[in-house]
Nanobody
Framework: QVQLVESGGGLVQAGGSLRLSCAAS????????MGWFRQAPGKEREFVAA????????YYIDSVKGRFTISRDNAKNTAYLQMNSLKPEDTAVYYC????????????????WGQGTQVTVSS
């Protein structure tokens, strides 16, 4: 069992930056792939970024490439999402998720989810 707790969300102006953190419980964090998803009001939850257990495989959706960076620190049981050049369309609740298997952009492949943290980008 893994428990995930996101933090770092907030209100920021367009062009600003935020760093989200996802703290995981348990001693097997380093064996999980980690993903970040987001859900805007009235929309489906969408994939944002993923990183495998070692950090050697990383995926992003096209709309965040060059602006967002996913990373992890296995010694701290924490995954991160650094978000730069934020846009109003990035406004959403951001969720981190852990996958026992291979990371991908598919929600169904993630086994554990956090409660989410709100990110609001004003224009």
């Amino acid at each position: 069992q893994v428990q995930l707790v996101e933090s770092g969300g907030g209100l920021v102006q367009a062009g600003g930056s935020l760093r989200l953190s996802c703290a995981a419980s348990g001693r097997t964090f380093s064996s999980y792939g980690m993903g970040w998803f987001r859900q805007a009001p009235g929309k489906e939850r969408e994939f944002v970024a993923a990183i495998n257990w070692s950090g050697g495989i990383i995926y992003y959706i096209d709309s965040v490439k060059g602006r967002f960076t996913i990373s992890r620190d296995n010694a701290k049981n924490t995954a991160y999402l650094q978000m730069n050049s934020l846009k109003p369309e990035d406004t959403a609740v951001y969720y981190c998720a852990a996958s026992i298997g291979t990371v991908s952009g598919r929600r169904r492949e993630y086994d554990y989810w956090g409660q989410g943290t709100q990110v609001t980008v004003s224009s």
